[in-house]
């Protein structure tokens, strides 16, 4: 055995550990336990066929290696990205940091405090520069928001409008090409009619419902929406406006201008280009939409002694609640980006901001005058950081440009653009400079101050006040910024503390090896629409993961567009969607989904223009197949797909998968395999084997992307090759099929930056370390729930009695006693654990996943605290109670007075390991519903909440 392995490295358990746990589980071998798991008729015959593990050392060279194939050009594309500066302090602090980019999506509130506090910093941005009142904390990117705002607006339609059927929305020319056809796609399935024209002369009358605009416009030019917007609010027409938020620094905001919506990317607050991703896009709108609103909200609540506590404001809009009838499918979104732009903009400070836009946009008036003095024609009257400019020859510009290793944005064979950004220099400018004269054959000349350095006529600059809050004025030494980091990092549990076992979630160890590349240049300085050749590592990379993906699925062909799993979801239907089109099928529109399955499946599926219907489960947690059967025969002249999670959610392998496709084929309809449990799969069967035609997998659980707090994540669909066809394609770099469906997300790869961390884990795995993987995940559940089940009921296994990779336990006989799942997940919090997953898919339960990278004795320790948590429900009178009381912070053990029912000891340290590595949560038990009824989504004094 190689020491050097990096499977090694990435499985909990040692040699030793894995046979005391055979034995504890009551088996043989490892072989046996798998045989006795999985049906042995989906079971793979081969071991996977990927190359052989590369060594953490040979990765690394190999990934420098690839990166150099990278061309790092001076990129002025613009288009939706930037070159910027991501401050060191938050490179070092945040990025590369696992307290920050391991934990997960703040629903456990108590233990979330440091980022949901970045979070609703980030919101105050949002809602500071665009001046409307209410942000949510992040979509996954401009094109999807502006969707996302689309379809907010359609379904707020008045009743007049509803009534009227007032279905069309006018998209501005000036819009960006990536964003247009985001909204063919998304407007299509729904009956929205896209209008496309020219805002100066289109003629909108009652059958309009919205618009959306570009500001600046996509070349630049910076237009006054003012009347346009009045005008159609004459006719109960709604607005949005996909707005640039560093030129709002010195630009007139949209709310300002009247718009009901903004959005946008905050790429430009510091986040890397990546070749496209991720970055976090902002969603802002009037407080009357918080009921519409997609994505997450943080808002401001009191915990259980009336302090200021922040938590996740109106949840019940959420797919998870909703389902069929949610606002949006999105679940995973940009929490990492959003964290980062918001301390961009914490770091900074208003002035600090306001400086890097006008800095900008001076350099932008010497070019601007430079140009004039040489005598070409530069289009946009007003500006910001974007110059229109006609020369003689685009392809003889090009070649000089390239020589000089610099990208420009060509238009058509005599326009271009040019964007100025946060690093461009006077320098870089005479660069400029340079090589047009010589492609125009003018003379060059050094540049001079600027005489006139302000393209906005007055109505349009700012005059509005911003980042006026404390927290935007006072860390802007290093010092006082780094030490706010850790104050906050500080308050939340991560995967840098203890295990989370959240089941469906697979918290896996995101390894150092596998971050490192993201902090290389020649990895994450890419514009994403820079030239097939200039971008060679990255083409190979993601090709290589999409034949990794491939042969891990038994799929023909991979789209790594899709920047989330319910993106991912929605990608795959509507490839299914357009292949029953192609058969003359286009009316196939039912799409069964099991009552077990993550809201984001019927959620997805109304998105995709398809009718849900639910299908039962049975006794035993199973689908019921009668009743699948009966409903695939009932709708087999519409039937389009079945929507399945397999292992079921209940982290089982059903036995009748084969049996259950089967049924949905004869039927005529298409199986999506919902792989959030791939970590069950790989390497010992595949969604090709189990009868499937396409899955999504998200590489944020399986792949080792680590959450971010609640995302980036990404969620590539892996299709058979009928389907391969209809792969996305993105209309500036040319991806998917021959007949590709429009766009899903706005970058041709979606988050391609992040694709680099599942490449390399699955490099450094090889086909064996993954199977490994898979097995050892199969056995740290299976042992875990050995050492559970003689405490607690634990809910559905397979036909033999085991656990997949993950298992469910269930609280609910507690009920009785007057204790609640809540009780048990905010206790395991004085314990220094994060809850498993509360009440999917099962109310009253956990569901608990300790991944292959526990050890036995982190499980241990886990399983310790729920068993000691056990004793204190038995010993549960209805009185005072340490389960009640969770979480117990700090200030509370240390109050002068104690008058509780049990020992302070007993409360913070119940068990001995608890006080090696104790966690303090910050505040008590937070209380929802106050939040929801006093809605605080900024930072603002405290006296807008406490109730007086
Ligand atoms: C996580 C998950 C999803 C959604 O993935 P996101 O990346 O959060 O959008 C869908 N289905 C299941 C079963 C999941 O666990």
Redesign the pocket.
């Known amino acids: 055995m190689r020491t050097d392995s990096f499977v090694l490295r990435h499985l909990g358990p040692g040699q030793n550990e894995v046979s005391e746990m055979l034995d504890t589980i009551g088996v043989n071998s490892l072989d046996e336990l798998i045989y006795n798991t999985i049906p042995s008729d989906i079971r793979l015959k081969n071991v996977l066929n990927l190359p052989e593990a590369m060594s953490e050392n040979e990765f690394a060279s190999h990934i420098q290696k690839l990166g150099n194939k990278n061309k790092q050009f001076k990129s002025y594309i613009g288009l939706g990205y930037h070159p910027t500066t991501l401050p060191a302090v938050i490179q070092r602090n945040i990025f590369e940091n696992p307290s920050w980019y391991t934990s997960y999506t703040p629903y456990q509130a108590e233990i979330s405090q440091g980022r949901l506090e970045a979070l609703l910093n980030y919101q105050t941005v949002i809602t500071d520069l665009t001046g409307l009142s209410l942000a949510n904390s992040s979509l996954l990117d401009e094109g999807t928001a502006a969707a996302e705002a689309m379809i907010m607006l359609w379904n707020a339609r008045s009743s007049n409008q509803k009534k009227n059927g007032a279905n069309k929305f006018f998209v501005s020319d000036t819009l960006l090409p990536q964003t247009k056809d985001i909204l063919i796609t998304r407007s299509e399935p729904l009956g929205i009619e896209l209008v496309h024209g020219n805002h100066t002369d289109v003629l909108l009358n009652e059958d309009f419902y919205g618009c959306i605009l570009q500001y600046p416009a996509k070349d630049g030019m910076v237009f006054d929406y003012t009347s346009f917007i009045e005008k159609a609010h004459t006719m109960e027409i709604n607005i949005v406006v996909a707005a640039d938020i560093l030129s709002l620094a010195i630009l007139k905001s949209p709310a300002e201008m009247g718009a009901d919506v903004a959005v946008g990317t905050t790429q430009r607050f510091g986040i890397p280009l990546g070749f496209g991703g991720p970055h976090a896009a902002y969603f802002a709108t009037h407080e009357k939409y918080k009921r519409h609103i997609p994505g997450r909200i943080i808002g401001v609540t009191v915990d259980a002694d009336n302090n200021r506590a922040l938590r996740m404001a109106l949840q019940t809009r959420e797919q998870h609640i909703k389902r069929e009838r949610a606002t949006s499918n999105i679940?995973?979104a940009q929490v990492l980006l959003a964290v980062m732009a918001g301390m961009y903009a914490v770091y900074h400070g208003g002035e600090g901001i306001k400086y890097i836009a006008r800095q900008i946009h001076s350099l932008a008036n010497i070019l601007d005058q430079a140009l004039l003095k040489l005598g070409l024609e530069q289009e946009n009257k007003d500006f910001f950081d974007t110059l229109k400019i006609k020369v003689s020859n685009t392809d003889k510009l090009k070649t000089l440009a390239e020589e000089q290793e610099v990208n420009f944005n060509y238009i058509d064979e005599k326009t271009i653009s040019i964007s100025i950004n946060e690093t461009t220099t006077e320098s870089d400018i005479e660069q400029i400079i340079d090589i047009l004269a010589h492609s125009e054959n003018l003379y060059s000349f050094k540049i001079t101050d600027c005489p006139v350095c302000l393209s906005i006529p007055k109505e349009l600059q700012r005059t509005s006040p911003f980042l006026t809050h404390e927290v935007f004025k006072k860390y802007h030494s290093e010092t006082e910024m780094m030490r706010y980091i850790k104050r906050l990092e500080r308050k939340d549990i991560s995967l840098a503390d203890s295990m989370i076992s959240l089941g469906?979630?697979t918290m896996k160890l995101n390894a150092a090896t596998e971050m490192l590349p993201l902090s290389m240049s020649n990895w994450n300085s890419i514009h994403p629409f820079v030239p097939v050749n200039q971008a060679q590592g990255y083409h190979e990379m993601l090709k290589g993961l999409e034949a990794q993906l491939n042969e891990i699925t038994g799929f023909a062909a991979t789209s790594l567009q899709p920047n989330?799993?319910?993106?991912g979801?929605y990608a795959g239907l509507m490839v299914i969607r357009a292949f029953h089109k192609s058969n003359n099928d286009g009316h196939r529109n039912i799409c069964l989904i099991p009552a077990s399955a993550?809201g984001?499946?019927p959620a997805s599926a109304v998105m995709a223009g398809m009718k849900v219907v639910v299908t039962k489960t049975s006794e035993t947690g199973n689908i019921d197949v009668d009743d699948l059967r009966e409903k695939a025969i009932l709708h087999k002249d519409n039937l389009a797909a079945l929507m399945v999670?397999y292992p079921s959610?209940h982290g089982v392998f059903e036995s009748e998968i084969r049996e259950i496709t089967r049924i949905i084929h004869n039927n005529g309809g298409q199986v999506y395999m919902?792989g959030?449990?791939m970590n069950a799969q790989v390497g010992l069967t595949n969604p090709a084997k189990i009868g499937a035609d396409v899955c999504h997998l998200?590489l944020?659980?399986t792949f080792a992307i680590p959450h971010g707090g609640g995302g980036p994540?990404v969620?590539p669909i892996c299709v058979a090759s009928h389907l391969a066809d209809f792969l996305p394609s993105n209309p500036v770099i040319k991806t998917g099929g021959i007949k590709a469906i429009n766009a899903i997300s706005a970058a041709p790869f979606g988050s391609a930056m992040v694709d680099l961390i599942s490449y390399s884990y699955i490099k450094m795995l090889g086909g064996s370390g993954l199977t490994e993987s898979t097995v050892t995940a199969i056995l740290n559940a299976n042992y875990l729930k050995s050492r559970l089940e003689k405490h607690y009921k634990i809910l559905y296994a397979g036909e033999k009695g085991f656990a997949a990779h993950e298992m469910i336990v269930d609280f609910r006989e507690f009920k009785a006693k007057g204790i609640e799942v809540t009780d048990i997940a905010k206790r395991l919090m004085d314990y220094g654990f994060h809850a498993p997953t509360v009440s999917f898919p099962v109310a009253g339960t956990l569901m608990i996943e300790p991944t292959e990278s526990e050890n036995k004795q982190e499980i241990d320790r886990f399983a310790d605290a729920l068993i000691q948590i056990k004793n204190e429900i038995d010993h549960y009178d209805g009185g005072d109670s340490v389960l009640k009381n969770a979480p117990h912070t700090q200030a509370m053990l240390t109050a002068d007075d104690w008058e509780h029912a049990y020992t302070r000891k007993e409360a913070a340290f119940a068990l001995d390991f608890v006080s090696e590595n104790k966690y303090w949560p910050r505040v008590r038990r937070v209380n929802d519903a106050y939040g929801d009824r006093h809605l605080v989504c900024s930072c603002n004094p405290i006296e807008d909440y406490i109730e007086q």
């Open positions: 679940c995973t469906s979630c989330s799993g319910a993106q979801e993550h984001t499946n999670t959610t919902d959030a449990n998200n944020h659980k994540g969620g």
